[in-house]
């Protein structure tokens, strides 16, 4: 699939370093088949350290040599960046944005004549090889592109293809969802340190309690509810701990959270 493609990455933040990373680990291409650029000179800097191999370029040029473009810029700096390479852009490129809340019809709008997007979610967790991806095609992508966009994001964690209508949703839940995870990681190892844990011990055991229990829903193939009420003994310690819970809307807050970030993804939909 990837045989002699030429993959151009313009943004290398902090999603953009991650993806190019799991590229390489897996050997998706060669170094010297990757071309990069960034406004801020001190990334591509340490790019070329981290990876002699890999090239960088300006914008236009970097569109015109890549067979595969990965547009990492923030959202707010996509309309632009549109607007500068839409001559350079050419049918036979596969696009992927990893931009929240743009759409591939905007992305299709801005450039010069019919084009193949995949609009992509990533999430922070990919950092450790363990993201969650959303993927959607465009109106003019194939089916085997949009497999080649599964095939890069792989690389970096799993992956799921949805509708582009239920993006903002993804947004909302797996996008941001390592925020609030992170927020309530932290809560729990408060609460350890309050009981008299010290911070370290009370911050380990609650990362691997969150990773333990996740990878045990994934993989078990039972239902969340399922799994709680295997914990959950008559008049034990966790039906207290849930009691509070419940007591705090947790499940309610939660779900506010999720729905204030898509509606978030949203807005700025409509801003493009």
């Known amino acids: 699939m990837f045989d002699n493609q030429k993959i151009g990455m313009i943004g290398c ?39 002699p191999g890999v090239r960088s370029a300006e914008n236009r040029d970097l569109v015109r040599e890549s067979d595969i473009l990965i547009l990492a810029v923030k959202p707010q700096n996509m309309p632009a960046l549109l607007n500068e390479i ?3 852009v050419n049918p036979r490129q596969l696009i992927i944005s990893i931009a ?9 709008k801005h450039l010069a004549g019919p084009v193949r997007v995949v609009r992509v979610m990533p999430n922070t967790p990919a950092l450790v090889e363990e993201g969650a991806t959303a993927l959607a095609a465009g109106s003019s ?3 085997e592109d949009l497999e080649t966009a599964v095939r890069i994001f792989e690389a970096v964690g799993s992956t799921v293809t949805v509708s582009e209508n239920l993006m903002d949703a993804v947004t909302g839940l797996s996008g941001s969802g ?15 340190v309050l009981l008299g844990l010290p911070r370290d011990i009370a911050l380990k055991l609650a990362g691997q309690t969150f990773l333990g229990a996740a990878k045990l829903c994934l993989q078990a193939g039972k239902h969340p509810g399922e799994l709680k009420d295997m914990v959950t003994s008559p008049g034990g310690t966790t039906i207290a701990g849930l009691k509070a ?15 204030a970030a898509a509606l978030r993804s949203k807005a700025l939909a409509g801003d493009e």
């Open 13 to 51: 933040g902090k999603m953009g370093s991650i993806l190019l990373r799991g590229i390489l680990r897996c050997s998706l291409v060669p170094q010297g088949n990757i071309r990069v650029a960034d406004a801020v000179k001190e990334r591509i800097e340490e790019i070329r350290e981290g990876y």
């Open 86 to 88: 839409s001559a350079d």
């Open 100 to 108: 929240a809340g743009i759409s591939t019809k905007a992305i299709e």
């Open 141 to 143: 992508a194939t089916a």
């Open 178 to 192: 390592p925020g609030y995870v992170f927020v309530m990681l932290e809560a729990l190892a408060d609460a350890g």
């Open 245 to 259: 819970l419940e007591e705090g809307r947790l499940r309610a807050t939660l779900i506010r959270a999720v729905e």
